[in-house]
């Protein structure tokens, strides 16, 4: 059986700490009809648009062996093409009709968003620095990635091999095209989150840890990424084999970055679930906390930061040497945590002798404030402020 880990299960259930948020894309303003010229008739018969059976921020990705995604070519009257980038499709989707615009929004959606091409551009890619990934199995052979895999290891994910998440979060740290820092290295443990046991995600910490630990200095792993919440007593058994595994890392001067916040002692950074401005995808102040299809939200505590998670394409693999891509018209905090992951290795590759706590203090002294008062990632301002640091 194929592990997937659907969206609204699992990415949306993984925005815990979330709150609602408002429309992403407020429609031009339609042209005022012109004055009847006479009264209408009462007894003429209605006329009304074609129904559309695909409402915005649906799921349609094609995924043939499961019956509710088995569908795989929606034509015109099926769906709206106004409402294209709210769709979570994948290559395997066709939209009769607007089979151009799909393939043009999965690729423009690769962008990161936020500036972050213009820090690449600047040779600021993550270079040189080590991070690990804990999350379902991956195939490691996608080409976004195939050459970022340090080291890979199963901890029992019962012969699975493929899954929806592993790629995806492995692809937004560091896809060649789509990642945040495409020359990080990674150290991949994937661990079977299905079972809701933290024990596999404590071994897998612990790996990561024995990594560590066989590196030399300068090389040593910063950060862990971690879009699960394994500490979360409510969702798995043995969090306090995590928690302890947690505390090590800790010692070990390694980051973790859960969905709950960071590590031994979360409530130095909460990260939060954002919606980028597929209008303005660079400018972090047009961004807003929660999800694409919710309204509504608050202002967050000072230590509350917002990650990209909305209107963002990552790799896909369920079959050794079937690539592919999904553009998720709505995601959860799971693709936030690489996300943040991503933009702390930049921030390590302009300086390297900075603590984990150190990079959340800039990352948080640095945030821009959204169009609803919150705190969101400001990768630029981020680099600039090391940058400046750096040069005094």
Not at 72 to 79: I, S
Not at 110 to 131: C, E, F, H, M, W
Not at 138 to 162: K, N, S
Request: proline share 7%; hydrophobic share 40%.
């Amino acid at each position: 059986m194929r592990r997937i880990m659907l969206l609204s299960a699992g990415l949306l259930a993984l925005g815990l700490t979330a709150c609602g948020a408002a429309g992403a894309v407020v429609p031009a303003t339609s042209p005022a009809a012109p004055a009847p010229t006479a009264l209408p008739d009462e007894n003429a018969p209605e006329i009304s648009e074609p129904a559309v059976s695909v409402e915005p921020y649906s799921d349609l990705r094609y995924l043939p062996w499961l019956d509710d995604y088995a569908k795989q070519t929606y034509q015109p009257d099926e769906y709206n093409a106004s409402d294209l980038y709210t769709y979570t499709y994948n290559t395997g989707t066709a939209f009769a009709g607007a089979e151009d615009e799909a393939a043009a929004l999965l690729e423009e959606c690769k962008d990161p968003g936020l500036g972050v091409r213009s820090l690449q551009a600047r040779g600021i890619t993550g270079r040189g620095v080590n991070v690990a990934i804990l999350d379902q199995p991956l195939l490691t052979d996608h080409p976004e990635f195939a050459d970022r895999i340090a080291a890979y290891y199963d901890t029992g994910c019962e012969g699975e091999t493929g899954s929806m998440h592993g790629p995806a979060v492995a692809s937004l740290l560091a896809g060649k095209t789509l990642g945040v820092a495409p020359d990080a290295n990674i150290y991949y443990a994937a661990w079977p989150s299905w079972l809701q046991d933290s024990r596999y995600a404590a071994d897998a910490l612990d790996w990561v840890l024995e990594q560590n630990e066989a590196l030399p200095e300068g090389e040593k792993i910063r950060v862990v990424s971690v879009s699960a919440a394994p500490g979360s007593a409510d969702m798995f058994q043995n969090t306090d084999l995590w928690n302890a595994a947690a505390a090590r890392a800790e010692e070990a001067g390694v980051l973790v970055l859960t969905v709950e916040g960071a590590g031994a002692k979360p409530d130095r950074l909460m990260p939060y679930p954002a919606v980028l401005d597929p209008n303005d995808r660079d400018d972090p102040a047009a961004c807003r906390v929660g999800f694409p299809a919710e309204d509504g939200s608050s202002v967050f505590a000072k230590n509350a930061l917002a990650l990209p998670c909305s209107y963002r394409t990552t790799a896909e693999e369920y079959t050794a040497g079937q690539f592919g891509y999904t553009h998720y018209g709505q995601g959860g905090l799971s693709w936030g945590i690489p996300y943040c992951a991503g933009v702390m290795a930049l921030g390590w590759q302009v300086d390297p002798a900075l603590t984990g706590d150190e990079i959340m203090r800039y990352l948080l002294s640095t945030a821009a404030t959204g169009t609803d008062g919150n705190s969101i990632i400001d990768p630029v301002h981020f680099v600039e402020a090391l940058e400046a640091n750096r040069s005094t």
